[in-house]
C-alpha cells in the first residue's frame, strides 16, 4: 500500500500540529484520560519543552504521536496531523512507513532500545533498508554518515561493536543517529538523558539543539528538568493531570509563570548560586479515576478562589502565552500572594 501523499502547502512552517488529542486507559476503577484534549503545533527547527510530573501525561503524549500507545491505552479523539495528514486516519501499515522516516523519536534508556545480540552496524543498516530501497553497501555508509554526524569517534570501527561495547552517551549517540537515518521532520526525544551524568547530558543536549538548527528539525522533548528546558527549548508545555496547563516561549515562563502549578514546579528547582532552600508543593496530584470537579490542581493551590470550581478553559493571556488558571484571567497574570513577595520562580535551575 503507497503512503499518503502529502499536501504541497505549508503553513507558516509548521510540520506538525496536534488538535484536540485524547488517549484514554481503561481500569477497573473508570477510565483515566492519560492526555485530555492536548493541542499545539511545532515548526521547523523548533525545540517544544513538554514538563510536568510523573503521571502528568508527557510521556503518553509523547507515544500518541508515533501511535505507539500500550495496550489497553488508545486514541480515542483528536488530530495529529504531520505535514498536513492526520495520522490518527493512518493504516497500521502505513504508521509503520513513516515511524521512523518522517517522525522519529529517542527513548529514555537506550540499552533496550536496541537488540543485544547483533551490531550496531547490522541495526543501523537495517534501519535503512527497512525504508529505502538502497543497497546494503549504501545503507552502511548512511549508517557511517550518521554516527560522523553525532560525534561518533571511528564510526567505522564502532559499526563493528555490539550495544553492551558502548557507554550510555554513547549508545544514545547511537540512538540519535538511527533517528536521523532517514531524515524525519520531527524528532520527539523522551527524557532523552535521563541515565547519564551532567557532562554527557550536556553534549546530548547541545547535539539535539545543533541539528534543530542545522537540520531544521521540529524538536519535542519531554522532561521533568526544567534546566534542561531552559538551556535549549524555544518554547514549553506545562502538563498536569492530563491537560495543559501553560504554554509560552520560555522566556515568558521562566519570568511570568501564568499558572501555580508552574510557580510550583520552578519555585521547586534548586538554585545553584545561592543554594536556597527548595520551596516544596503542597499536597500531591489528583487520582486520575477521581478527578475534582473543576480546575485539577484547586485541591492544592495557594491561589484558589470560588471560581475554581469550575473548570478553566485554556486562555490567552497575552500574545503567545496561555494558562488553564481562573485567577489568571481575572488579572492577566498570577498576583503576588497575601504577606508575600511576587512567586516567578526566579534563580531556577
Same mark, same amino acid.
Given at each position: 500500500? @503507497? ?71 488508545? /486514541? ?18 502505513? &504508521? ?6 518522517? /517522525? ?62 558502548f557507554s550510555g552517551g554513547m549508545l544514545q549517540r547511537v540512538? *540519535?543517529? &538511527? ?24 553534549? *546530548? ?26 538551556? *535549549? ?12 496547563? @501553560? ?103
Amino acid at each position: 500500500m @503507497e503512503a499518503r501523499a502529502a499536501p504541497d502547502s505549508r503553513l507558516d512552517g509548521t510540520v506538525l500540529a496536534v488538535r484536540d488529542l485524547v488517549t484514554v486507559y481503561p481500569t477497573r476503577l473508570g477510565v483515566v484520560p492519560a492526555v485530555d484534549h492536548v493541542g499545539f503545533e511545532l515548526r521547523a527547527g523548533e525545540i517544544l519543552g513538554i514538563v510536568g510530573d510523573s503521571g502528568s501525561g508527557k510521556t503518553t503524549l509523547a507515544r500518541s504521536l508515533l501511535g505507539l500507545v500500550a495496550a489497553p491505552g488508545r /486514541i480515542v479523539g483528536g488530530e495529529i496531523l504531520l505535514h498536513g495528514r492526520n495520522l490518527l486516519e493512518f493504516t497500521p501499515e502505513e &504508521m509503520r512507513r513513516v515511524r521512523g522516516t518522517e /517522525i522519529a523519536m529517542i527513548f529514555q534508556n537506550p540499552i533496550r532500545s536496541f537488540h543485544p545480540g547483533f551490531t550496531i552496524g547490522r541495526q543501523l543498516t537495517e534501519a535503512v533498508t527497512r525504508h529505502q530501497r538502497v543497497s546494503r553497501r549504501d545503507a552502511r555508509h548512511k549508517a557511517i554518515e550518521a554516527l560522523t554526524w553525532v560525534g561518533m569517534p571511528e564510526p567505522a570501527v564502532r559499526m563493528k561493536d555490539h550495544p553492551h561495547q558502548f557507554s550510555g552517551g554513547m549508545l544514545q549517540r547511537v540512538m *540519535i543517529a &538511527m533517528s536521523l537515518l532517514n531524515e524525519p521532520a520531527v524528532l520527539v526525544a523522551d527524557e532523552p538523558t535521563t541515565a547519564l551524568d551532567v557532562t554527557i547530558q550536556a553534549q *546530548i543536549l547541545e547535539l539535539v539543539q545543533k541539528l534543530a538548527v542545522d537540520r531544521g528539525l521540529g524538536v519535542i522533548l519531554v522532561t521533568h528538568n526544567l534546566g534542561m528546558v531552559a538551556s *535549549i527549548c524555544d518554547r514549553v508545555m506545562v502538563m498536569y493531570a492530563g491537560q495543559v496547563v @501553560e504554554e509560552a516561549s520560555v522566556d515568558d515562563v521562566f519570568a511570568h509563570p501564568a499558572h501555580p502549578y508552574t510557580v510550583g514546579l520552578l519555585d521547586s528547582q534548586p538554585d545553584r548560586a545561592t543554594g536556597a532552600r527548595l520551596e516544596a508543593m503542597a499536597g500531591g496530584s489528583p487520582k486520575m479515576t477521581a478527578l475534582p470537579p473543576g480546575c485539577r490542581f484547586e485541591p492544592r493551590c495557594a491561589y484558589a478562589e470560588p471560581a475554581c470550581s469550575q473548570p478553566p478553559d485554556l486562555w490567552n493571556l497575552r500574545k503567545g502565552q496561555t494558562a488553564r488558571c481562573w485567577v489568571s484571567r481575572r488579572h492577566g497574570k498570577l498576583p503576588a500572594l497575601p504577606d508575600s513577595g511576587p512567586s516567578t520562580g526566579a534563580g531556577t535551575g
